[in-house]
T-cell receptor, first 114, second 115 residues
Framework: QKEVEQDPGPLSVPEGAIVSLNCTYS??????FMWYRQYSRKGPELLMY????GNKEDGRFTAQVDKSSKYISLFIRDSQPSDSATYLC??????????????FGRGTQLTVWP | DVKVTQSSRYLVKRTGEKVFLECVQD?????MFWYRQDPGLGLRLIYF???????EKGDIPEGYSVSREKKERFSLILESASTNQTSMYLC??????????????FGPGTRLLVL
């Protein structure tokens, strides 16, 4: 069983919709949780980062972590066509462990149509 | 601005050829990583390195080797390319002292086709 599970989609929504992207995981040692965005034919880039449980908001994006359920989410409000991309969740154990290795979900492909 | 560059965006090779993919980062990062990305399979870690001349196997090292002679450069080598190594190859780097929990910065990727 993969350590990080993510529904690959694809997900297609109209402009202005609220988008919810999710990942589940099995390793209770994960403490750092990230969301990367990858546009077509580009490398992934960091979008959001959260340490331990809780919420973090950045503009139209909100990241949530529920460590008790081993579940993380990314919400996109007022989605725009420019948000069309693949979103990958990533996780890491405590600082200094596993030599900086991240564990990625498979990515969810999102299309926002005008 | 962190910059990770990869030597080629697109590469076409023949089965059995030895293939070198180069990655260079300009942020003095200790950690460097090679992934391959395939539809439906996501990012899979091939090898990573946490220091010059040090390397660790990832999840799918078979058929690959790596070299890190200088801190800024990490090379992926396909000893004898096969068609099942056709993929997008992504390089990344990170620093243990990074502000954001060793977040990884990615290059643009090399799309390799093995015929």
């Amino acid at each position: 069983q993969k350590e990080v599970e993510q529904d690959p989609g694809p997900l297609s929504v109209p402009e202005g919709a609220i988008v919810s992207l999710n990942c589940t995981y099995s390793n209770s040692a994960f403490q750092y949780f990230m969301w990367y965005r990858q546009y077509s034919r580009k490398g992934p880039e960091l979008l959001m980062y959260t340490y331990s449980s809780g919420n973090k908001e950045d503009g139209r994006f909100t990241a949530q972590v529920d460590k008790s359920s081993k579940y993380i989410s990314l919400f996109i409000r007022d989605s725009q066509p420019s948000d069309s991309a693949t979103y990958l969740c990533a996780m890491k154990e405590g600082r200094g462990s596993t030599l900086g290795r991240l564990y990625f979900g498979r990515g969810t492909q999102l299309t926002v149509w005008p | 601005d962190v910059k990770v560059t990869q030597s080629s965006r697109y590469l076409v090779k023949r089965t059995g050829e030895k293939v070198f993919l180069e990655c260079v980062q300009d942020m003095d990062h200790e950690n460097m990583f090679w992934y391959r990305q395939d539809p439906g399979l996501g990012l899979r870690l091939i090898y990573f390195s946490y220091d010059v001349k040090m390397k660790e196997k990832g999840d799918i090292p078979e058929g690959y080797s790596v070299s890190r002679e200088k801190k800024e450069r990490f090379s992926l080598i396909l000893e004898s390319a096969s068609t099942n190594q056709t993929s997008m190859y992504l390089c990344a780097s990170s620093s243990p002292g990074g502000l954001v929990a060793e977040t990884q910065y990615f290059g643009p990727g090399t799309r390799l086709l093995v015929l």
